[in-house]
């Protein structure tokens, strides 16, 4: 079974404070995304990589940056963060190799994210 | 640019009824779509997909036919349990992107 795995399912930091969230995946998946998930808002892509040390902005990448260094951990971070960063923040990867679609989106379990 | 849109909720079902919700979507060319399911305090998990026109995807009692001439792939089930209480959302992803577009989810509540 593919696993995806967060650093933490809940985190409270204060507004300023620099963030890491940690994503995880075991299955030697080449794309890794990082969405946030509000009431009523759906997700929203903030970033996604689809290879080491690549990465292209999503929808909402004010406010964040990433890294990849290796091929199974993709980070977010928050480089001040600030109160509407509160948020639910969703880790997900996917094969795509051949056409680069239809490929399923395998989730972790979710970091919520307070910020005071 | 390409969207996903999907009947609002909360719906709120007597166990045993039957289940529609409703997603269309807008694209370039013929994306493929899915349904993503997610239980309370965890991620998103896929329920089931179709990655070409007239394909019928099915998991766990689920349904949801692609159609291209209404653009749109609703999602069925003829008789819910209250363990299918969830949100629900519809997905699309385009070829030559890895891009995928989410619908904001509709929350299902069953009650016994």
């Known amino acids: 079974d593919v696993k995806v795995t967060q650093s933490s399912r809940y985190l409270v930091k204060r507004t300023g404070e620099k963030v890491f969230l940690e994503c995880v995946q075991d299955?030697?998946?080449?794309?890794m995304f990082w969405y946030r998930q509000d009431p009523g808002l759906g997700l929203r892509l903030i970033y996604f990589s689809y290879d080491v040390k690549m990465k292209e902005k999503g929808d909402i990448p004010e406010g964040y940056s990433v890294s990849r260094e290796k091929k199974e951990r993709f980070s977010l971070i928050l480089e001040s963060a600030s109160t509407n960063q509160t948020s639910m923040y969703l880790c997900?990867?996917?094969?795509?190799?051949?056409?680069?679609?239809?490929?399923?989106?395998?989730f972790g379990p979710g970091t919520r994210l307070t910020v005071l | 640019g390409n969207s996903v849109t999907q009947m609002e909720g909360p719906v709120t079902l007597s166990e045993e009824a039957f289940l529609t919700i409703n997603c269309t979507y807008t694209a370039t060319g013929y994306p493929s779509l899915f349904w993503y399911v997610q239980y309370p305090g965890e991620g998103l998990q896929l329920l089931l997909k179709?990655?070409?026109?007239?394909d019928k995807g099915s998991n766990k009692g689920f349904e949801a036919t692609y159609r291209k001439e209404t653009t749109s792939f609703h999602l069925e089930k003829g008789s819910v349990q209250v363990s299918d209480s969830a949100v629900y959302f519809c997905a699309s992803a385009s070829r030559g992107t890895y891009k995928y577009i989410f619908g904001t989810g509709t929350r299902l509540k069953v009650l016994a």
């Open positions: 299955m030697d998946h080449e794309n």
């Open positions: 997900a990867s996917t094969t795509g190799r051949g056409d680069r679609s239809g490929d399923t989106q395998y």
């Open positions: 179709a990655t070409k026109a007239d």
